[in-house]
């Protein structure tokens, strides 16, 4: 099942170091989970717009972390 937590741990396993100490994984799991809050909130934002909105919005959205990810290469 595709979960949040589900996300979490294939991120623990690619991106945090086996040996974080404890405090290290919690802080990033609540940055994980805070950032999945987010995106159901914007969701919701999204939905209420209409189609073409809702399409302009999810292609920013899109832009935006693309441009993140390829600036921290």
């Known amino acids: ?3 949040v937590k589900d996300g979490f741990d294939e991120i623990r396993e ?3 170091p086996k040996d ?4 290290q994984v919690k802080e990033m799991k609540k940055a ?5 809050a987010w995106l159901l ?7 209420e717009l ?3 909105a809702a399409v302009a919005v999810l292609q920013s959205l ?5 441009d993140y990810a390829l600036s921290i290469g």
């Open 1 to 3: 099942m595709n979960t």
């Open 14 to 16: 690619r991106v945090i």
């Open 20 to 23: 974080a100490p404890d405090v």
């Open 32 to 36: 994980f989970y805070a950032g999945a």
């Open 41 to 47: 909130h914007l969701q919701g934002v999204i939905a």
């Open 50 to 52: 209409d189609e073409d």
């Open 62 to 66: 899109h832009n935006e972390v693309k």
